[in-house]
């Protein structure tokens, strides 16, 4: 099956700079790629996502960069702000195999003000 | 605009203990799993349905069992819970094709 891994584990940056999480995947045939945002006691969250057909997609302050060849996809959050402390998920899906979503180990982003 | 509802949020069991985590969407999705969430191990899942008579299992169905008479509903059983079992409990739903899951609040479940 589809192995995602994913780094930093922790990352912790000055409010106003930028914080990039980057994810690699296994299954040439993952075609679908969703970023998840938890909140303390929340469950998660979507914040963007990108499909196999787009190399770049931005929705404000946050980015997501997917390369097929080299099997990784990266968020980008730049101006950060406390609100953005969290832990972020990447996940990949080929919607095959019951169109399951493999997660990964997830980040924990702190936004020093 | 209740979304994915999880019950109960915290629960306690002794081992060797059964329950039932109980999940309800109001979107009618056709795809519902559950997950379990562990320090450093991320989202693993557990069981899941692509409607309502079909479930099948994740990365890690041993010790749980799920059923789906309904479209709306997703409950997820342990059998007899063991220690291995404490974990956070999420629920999810979605679309069939790749699209936006929407998660619970999660159950936060301590096997003594």
């Known amino acids: 099956g589809e192995n995602v891994e994913q780094h930093p584990s922790t990352l912790s940056v000055q409010e106003g700079d930028s914080a990039v999480i980057k994810c690699t995947y296994s299954?040439?045939?993952?075609?679908?790629f969703p970023w998840y945002k938890q909140e303390l006691g929340k469950g998660p969250q979507l914040i963007i996502d990108?499909?196999?057909?787009?190399g770049e997609k931005k929705d404000q302050r946050i980015a997501v960069t997917l390369n097929k060849t080299a099997k990784h996809f990266s968020l980008h959050i730049t101006e950060t702000q406390p609100e953005d402390s969290a832990v972020y998920f990447c996940a990949a899906s080929s919607g095959n195999t019951g169109n399951q979503f493999y997660f990964g180990t997830g980040t924990s982003l702190t936004v020093i003000p | 605009n209740a979304g994915v509802t999880q019950t109960p949020k915290f629960q306690v069991l002794k081992t060797g203990q059964s329950m039932t985590l109980q999940c309800a969407q109001d979107?009618?999705?056709?795809?519902m799993s559950w997950y379990r969430q562990d320090p450093g191990m991320g989202l693993r899942l557990i069981h899941y349905s692509v409607g309502a008579g079909i479930t099948d299992q994740g990365e890690v169905p041993n010790g749980y069992n799920v059923s789906r008479s309904t479209t709306e509903d997703f409950p997820l059983r342990l059998l007899s819970a063991a220690p291995s079992q404490t974990s956070v409990y999420f629920c999810?739903?979605?679309?069939?094709?790749?699209?936006?899951?929407?998660f619970g609040q999660g159950t936060r479940l301590t096997v003594v």
């Open positions: 999810a739903s979605r679309r069939l094709v790749n699209t936006e899951a929407f």
């Open positions: 979107m009618n999705h056709e795809y």
């Open positions: 299954d040439s045939a993952s075609n679908y």
């Open positions: 990108i499909r196999s057909n787009v």
